[in-house]
Nanobody, 129 residues
Framework: QVQLVESGGGLVQPGGSLRLSCAAS????????IGWFRQAPGKEREGVSC????????YYADSVKGRFTISRDNAKNTVYLQMNSLKPEDTAVYYC??????????????????????WGQGTQVTVSS
């Protein structure tokens, strides 16, 4: 069964850190671009970061640049999102997603038309004092 499972969310104070994990089962992540998205209540889903298959290319939304770091460990079939200096406006449900590509360079965050093949169930991140 193909599955993406996020973990690592929780409640953290402003300025704190969390590391989200996205573990894949049923398929091999190293053939896929991985993206992290988030959706806050009443807001549209936002692309946060993505990482290419193998050339190390990454993308960050301006709102998280310099605070979040995406990485992948293909041996563990897992992608991580290290989130530092968290702000209340980072509060959202965070989702990881994957799309297959033969292109080893770059990554895309577009979801229209549908690009990402697989989505996780999401993990809640709440930043509050």
């Amino acid at each position: 069964q193909v599955q993406l499972v996020e973990s690592g969310g929780g409640l953290v104070q402003p300025g704190g850190s969390l590391r989200l994990s996205c573990a894949a089962s049923g398929f091999t992540l190293n053939n896929y671009v991985i993206g992290w998205f988030r959706q806050a209540p009443g807001k549209e889903r936002e692309g946060v970061s993505c990482i290419s298959r193998s050339d190390g290319s990454v993308y960050y939304a301006d709102s998280v640049k310099g605070r979040f770091t995406i990485s992948r460990d293909n041996a563990k079939n897992t992608v991580y999102l290290q989130m530092n200096s968290l702000k209340p406006e980072d509060t959202a449900v965070y989702y990881c997603a994957a799309y297959f590509t033969t292109n080893q360079h770059g990554c895309l965050m577009t979801t229209t038309p549908p690009l990402y093949d697989y989505w996780g169930q999401g993990t809640q991140v709440t930043v509050s004092s």
